[in-house]
């Protein structure tokens, strides 16, 4: 599973009301869509109107009575038909503050007829997911330490520490060598326990990276039942580690593990059934498996049930639900949810709000290296929420982020040096550190080069440069309404 959770763009003008406001994402014409011809109506003059299928997790109540006939609701998207003489809409939501598209603003000066548009709306949390730094999903991992300890025989040979230094090193090669050997002679024994002496052989020869080997003797266990070895031959195809990568056997090997109460595997099937690999894409299967884990303990399964509820997938979406998964999760060290716990109580999003909290738990997440979570803690001291305004301390965070190439906390950084926050001010300094964001993608690094190409901040001024960077930072979030505003008032 690759995409699910939640990146702040940190401004407080809008986070700090909560997570009731919605923003435009996009707004295109189909022309390739034949929904509106196919599914026409009328307006009161009798001419075709236009349809809009509306993305967004929320209920609309109504249109400002601009709509023709009932909103048609499928899951996250709603049909309204306007009269193509609509210039703009009112939009009103059972959860989020009413919201009014102009649609020239995104280009579109007139509807027509039987045409179809996609507008696709997102509130703070969503923004949060869409603009890279989110805490993601977790996928197919190696067994947990208590999946995988079936014998006392076998802690000896699992459990590892790392040694440190050549001499420990070359004991734990000596060690592994005898193990290797003794569980060898034991599967050449053919005696009645030898289902569990492959088991143990094979995880020697993987601690070894012997995969080859390993994988030959965990397919033999498997044959013979061995639910752990089962969900390590699913492992090894899922990963290709000592057989050709393939995914539809990785699933069956998993399922039969799942089916026999294999904690590990059950989470594994739950992400094939969320991705859609290996098997088909099934999001109520995908709930179904994940449960079992979650239920089990599995922390990883805790945190993806608290996304797809978060995310209303295969669900209704529902916050409070998904932060309760979110904090089982988090509560036992799984760094992504302790992240989501974090955003959770900054935007109030089933949880009632509170900036403490959500440092608390941001902090949690930037200890264990989350790049996000360490930006956010930045953030926070910069601006003061839930502790005193410590810029000293927000540089130390927001440098943490840079380590992981984190645009926003450049952005911070660069911030600092152009108002002289915890370091002597430096507008060229600042630019810098924006410009090392604009290239990283972020819209609000290249709105304010555009600001310090327009009147001269650190660089020499440039309006050409300015309009160029505002031009660029026309995007997806709130700071592509900022870079409309500074192009109109240059008069572009």
């Known amino acids: 599973m690759r995409h699910l959770l939640f990146i702040i763009v940190f401004l407080s003008n809008i986070l700090t009301t909560g997570a009731q406001e919605l923003r435009v994402k996009s707004f295109t014409p189909l022309p390739m869509d034949l929904t509106a011809r196919k599914q026409q109506r009328l307006d009161l003059n009798g001419k075709p109107c236009a349809m809009l299928k509306i993305m967004v997790m929320d209920d609309i109540t109504d249109c400002n009575k601009s709509n023709i006939g009932d909103i048609a609701t499928s899951g996250v998207m709603k049909l309204v038909y306007l009269p193509s003489v ?17 649609f020239a603003d995104y280009g579109v000066t007139k509807l027509e007829g039987c045409a179809t548009y996609e507008l696709r709306l997102v509130d703070a949390l969503q923004m949060m997911m869409e603009n890279g730094n989110a805490a993601q999903p977790v996928g197919v991992r190696q067994p947990s330490q208590q999946q995988a300890v079936n014998t006392q025989s076998a802690s000896t040979t699992t459990t590892t520490t790392q040694a440190s230094g050549n001499q420990n090193d070359k004991k734990d090669d000596a060690s592994n060598s005898f193990l290797l050997k003794y569980w060898e002679k034991r599967v050449a024994d053919n005696n009645k326990k030898k289902k569990e002496a492959e088991r143990i052989l094979a995880d020697v020869q993987y601690e070894r990276k012997e995969y080859g080997d390993a994988f030959k003797h965990y397919m033999s266990a498997a044959e013979q039942n061995d639910i752990y070895s ?84 295969g669900v209704t979406a529902d916050y409070d639900i998904a932060f309760k998964w979110f904090s089982r999760a988090a509560e036992q060290g799984q760094t992504e949810a302790q992240f989501s716990v974090g955003l959770s109580y900054y935007v109030g999003l089933g949880v009632e709000q509170d900036f403490s909290k959500a440092l608390q738990w941001f902090t949690k997440a930037a200890n264990s290296g989350h790049s996000a979570a360490q ?29 992981q190439n984190n645009p926003n906390a450049m952005v911070g950084i660069g911030d600092c040096y152009m108002y002289g926050h915890g370091v002597k001010m430096n507008k060229e300094e600042a630019v810098k550190w924006y410009s090392k964001a604009a290239d990283l993608g972020s819209y609000e690094a290249m709105y304010k080069l555009g600001q310090c190409y327009e009147n001269g901040y650190g660089v020499e001024k440039n309006v050409t440069a300015a309009i160029f960077m505002y031009k660029r930072g026309i995007g997806n979030d709130e700071y592509s309404d900022k870079c409309r505003e500074a192009l109109k008032r240059l008069g572009y």
């Open 86 to 102: 609509v210039r703009s809409v009112t939009l009103n939501f059972k959860y989020h503050y009413p919201l009014t598209i102009t």
């Open 230 to 313: 089962q969900y390590k031959v699913g492992f090894m195809y899922y990963n290709g580690e000592g057989v050709a990568k393939d995914l539809g056997k990785a699933s069956e090997w998993f399922l039969k593990a799942a089916k026999q109460g294999n904690l590990d595997a059950q989470y594994s099937v739950g992400v094939m059934y969320h991705e859609g690999k290996g098997l088909a894409q099934d999001y109520h299967e995908a709930l179904k498996w994940l449960n079992k884990a979650a239920d089990s303990g599995s922390a990883d399964a805790q945190y993806n049930l608290g996304f797809m509820y978060s995310q209303g997938q």
């Open 375 to 403: 930006n956010n803690v930045g953030f926070m001291y910069y601006k003061g929420q839930g502790v005193k305004s410590n810029y000293i301390e927000a540089l130390k965070w927001y440098h943490k982020a840079v380590s």
